[in-house]
């Protein structure tokens, strides 16, 4: 069996579709500040800063994950390139919530400490996999979208109007 190797640029264009997918969802509840190209907040795990109008600021990171309409599953990655050891954004992210966009239009919007600790729980019955990239590996865990959905925040079709999501305490 032939292993796929994923392009960055390929995936990179892919997660641009799902950010302006969420961002135009998000935005008739929020202003919205992209951050992703910022040093800080990318080597933070955050992507948006979501600005309520009552003025608090919730901070995100976007998962588009193609994949998981095919799988049934998330991916929650542990090593991000495995040549260097950077880590994962499931242990690195410090994003107030994680949005997963997947194929059939479902959102699933979780706090990082619950998927990580659904992770925890469940690492005996997990199988740590390898996604080829060029040149390196990225590595994680397909966690059932089943699982992801009893501790996510909200489940959603993205035709419903964004939830006002709470602060999260820290």
Same mark, same amino acid.
């Given at each position: 069996?032939?292993?796929? %190797?994923? @392009?960055?640029?390929?995936?990179?264009?892919? $997660?641009?579709?799902?950010?302006?997918?969420? #961002?135009? +969802?998000?935005?008739?509840?929020?202003?919205?500040?992209?951050?992703?190209?910022?040093?800080?907040?990318?080597?933070?795990?955050?992507?948006?800063?979501?600005?309520?109008?009552?003025?608090?600021?919730?901070?995100?990171?976007?998962?588009?994950?193609?994949?998981?309409?095919?799988?049934?599953?998330?991916?929650?990655? %542990?090593? @991000?390139?495995?040549?260097?050891?950077?880590? $994962?954004?499931?242990?690195?992210?410090?994003? #107030?919530? +994680?949005?997963?966009?997947?194929?059939?239009?479902?959102?699933?919007?979780?706090?990082?400490?619950?998927?990580?600790?659904?992770?925890?729980?469940?690492?005996?019955?997990?199988?740590?996999?390898?996604?080829?990239?060029?040149?390196?590996?990225?590595?994680?865990?397909?966690?059932?979208?089943?699982?992801?959905?009893?501790?996510? @925040?909200?489940?959603?079709?993205?035709?419903?109007?964004?939830?006002?999501?709470?602060?999260?305490?820290?």
């Amino acid at each position: 069996m032939q292993t796929k %190797t994923y @392009s960055f640029q390929q995936q990179d264009s892919l $997660g641009k579709h799902g950010e302006k997918i969420l #961002d135009d +969802w998000l935005s008739s509840k929020y202003q919205i500040i992209d951050v992703s190209h910022i040093l800080q907040y990318q080597t933070s795990g955050i992507d948006r800063l979501l600005i309520h109008p009552s003025g608090f600021t919730l901070s995100v990171e976007y998962k588009f994950d193609k994949a998981a309409g095919r799988t049934g599953n998330l991916f929650f990655e %542990t090593t @991000s390139v495995d040549t260097t050891g950077i880590p $994962g954004w499931g242990w690195s992210s410090q994003a #107030d919530y +994680w949005i997963f966009l997947v194929p059939d239009n479902n959102l699933y919007i979780v706090k990082p400490s619950d998927f990580r600790s659904l992770v925890w729980q469940k690492r005996e019955q997990l199988k740590e996999k390898y996604i080829q990239n060029c040149g390196y590996r990225t590595i994680g865990f397909p966690v059932k979208i089943v699982d992801v959905k009893n501790i996510s @925040s909200c489940v959603t079709d993205r035709s419903i109007s964004p939830p006002l999501l709470d602060r999260v305490r820290r």
